[in-house]
């Protein structure tokens, strides 16, 4: 009998040990793999980095096919001062749905496509330091400019799907029928062929759009709370997140991103808009 206990016990103690083992073994591999990220990036040479096809000017695909705007920017000196090489960056074209997929999927290091950070993105995917800020807004046909939220009564609103325009209408006025679309090309077509009264996104993009594009009117400016736009890694991916964040602060002391601004949005904006309305410096919002 008394073998039989010594028995039991070395035997619980033998699983209890070794479970402890699988639990240290389990952490010490997520370490090592957060360790290994930056790591793999540079054994394979470039970083893969999600951002839109069909933004300007924040993402787009210009005449010659590259790509260009106010993210690929920071993206190009992201690549430099990681890899030695701005050209060392692949772009994956995503969509406003697909931003948060590709990162869980590890299609990509990096999201970078006009990202909002929201509470519920912020639950499945890590955001580093915000580099821009933002509030929806709504644009209309100068005819039958919409200056309220009431006006939207019996009208269809036209928004991107899984952008924060479409979150904050269905959360906030369910009764507003939206009409919604998978890209920002076929989204503002619906609003030029009159598929709808309006369409919401964020105010940066649509004071440039409504600027490019004779006979619309941004008649409700800013909407909701104001919002950070900021770099998402895969949950978890500490080791990148940390090195992403100190990037941004390094990047805020020699004003980098006033300088992308004005490289990428003003020559859109003109004197428009103020820089300061939209542009983060060091992650400091």
């Keep these: 009998m008394r073998k039989l206990k ?16 699988d639990d240290k073994g389990a952490d ?11 790591a793999k990036i540079k054994e394979r040479g470039y970083i893969r980095i999600g951002v839109f ?6 993402g787009y695909v210009d005449k010659d096919g590259k790509n260009q705007g106010y993210d690929v920017y920071f993206a190009k000196r992201i690549a430099k001062d990681l890899l030695g090489d701005e050209s060392k960056v692949k772009f994956e074209l995503v969509e406003a749905a697909g931003r948060v997929e590709v990162l869980v999927a590890d299609k990509v290091d990096i999201t970078l496509a006009n990202f909002t950070k929201t509470p519920e993105r912020a639950q499945v995917v890590d955001f580093a330091l915000p580099y821009m800020k933002v509030s ?10 919409i200056k309220s939220v009431d006006e939207l009564k019996d009208k269809t609103l036209i928004v991107n799907k899984g952008t924060t325009a479409d979150a904050f209408f269905t959360k906030n006025y369910p009764d507003i029928k939206l009409a919604k679309y998978d890209q920002n090309t076929e989204t503002f077509a619906a609003l030029v062929d ?8 964020d105010n940066a993009l649509l004071f440039a759009w409504a600027k490019e594009t004779p006979g619309f ?11 950070v736009i900021a770099p998402a890694v895969k949950k978890g991916n500490k080791v990148l997140l940390d090195w992403l964040n100190n990037e941004i602060i390094e990047l ?9 601004y004005d490289a990428t949005l003003k020559p859109i904006y003109g004197d428009s808009v103020n820089p300061e309305s939209l542009v983060v410096e060091g992650g400091k919002f």
């Design 6 to 21: 010594f028995f039991l016990l070395a035997l619980v103690a033998t699983v209890f040990l070794t479970g402890c083992g």
């Design 28 to 38: 010490k591999a997520a370490a090592s793999n957060q360790a290994d990220a930056i």
């Design 53 to 58: 096809s069909d933004k300007p000017p924040f």
């Design 136 to 145: 929806l807004g709504i644009v209309s046909p100068e005819g039958a400019v």
């Design 194 to 201: 009159k598929r709808g009264a309006a369409l919401a996104h």
């Design 217 to 227: 009117v941004v008649g409700i400016e800013a909407l909701g709370d104001v919002d």
């Design 252 to 260: 805020g002391k020699e004003n980098f991103f006033h300088k992308d």
